[in-house]
């Protein structure tokens, strides 16, 4: 009997790969529709400034980039768990409370934060893109070129966000602001993530797929 538990121990032990591909894909997942709600969010508070527009397409960009995490999940076979995605959403929600400055209103220091917090969710995303498409050497489930767009999206996005921090740090800690030469938002990757945008809004399906089928080929 003792042999028996003993070998059910060592069973139970034993890695399940696409158990803990579940866990990673569905941490990501959850990330993602917190980094949603809060580049929406920030797009929103930031709408009549110059980092508005460059936002804007960010948040779009993200959600079609979370859409594209939920189709390679079912090219997976990985099932989306809703109570982590609930609570992705909810450590965004909470991550509001960070100090700005000021009690009951937004302050430059706002823009700093939350400028911050999705420069980090874009290297998280980056990070997962690069991990699937080392994967993608021997899974034939998942798709090379379009992780390799994805990937190479990631890192403009991350180049933009970076400009955007840069330039809403002046704002807020600039002693003498008419001193601050204005600056071009967005950075070099904003045309070309204009491009892209419209390619994908304006006719192509979004990340490659035909909806409700999957990836294409």
Request: include cysteine; aromatic fraction near 2%.
């Amino acid at each position: 009997m003792n042999t028996r538990h003993a070998a059910g121990r060592r069973r139970s032990a034993t890695p399940d790969p696409q158990r803990l591909l579940g866990i990673y894909l569905n941490d990501h997942l959850a990330g993602s529709s917190g980094g949603v709600a809060l580049i929406r969010r920030a797009a929103r508070n930031q709408r009549h400034t110059p980092a508005g527009p460059p936002l804007a397409r960010l948040a779009e960009q993200i959600a079609q980039d979370r859409d594209s995490l939920r189709s390679l999940m079912t090219a997976l076979d990985v099932p989306v768990k809703r109570r982590r995605i609930a609570l992705g959403r909810l450590a965004e929600t909470v991550g509001r409370a960070k100090p700005n400055g000021r009690l009951l209103s937004r302050s430059p220091l706002s823009d700093v934060l939350e400028l911050e917090a999705m420069r980090i969710g874009v290297e998280g995303k980056t990070s997962l893109w690069e991990s699937l498409r080392t994967d993608a050497e021997t899974d034939r489930r998942l798709p090379v070129t379009e992780l390799d767009r994805l990937l190479a999206r990631a890192h403009r996005q991350a180049d933009v966000l970076k400009d955007l921090t840069a330039d809403a740090a002046r704002r807020c800690f600039d002693a003498d602001p008419g001193t601050t030469k204005e600056r071009r938002v967005g950075g070099a990757a904003e045309g070309e993530a204009d491009g892209e945008i419209e390619r994908e809004v304006d006719g192509e399906a979004p990340h490659g797929l035909s909806a409700g089928k999957g990836w294409t080929s």
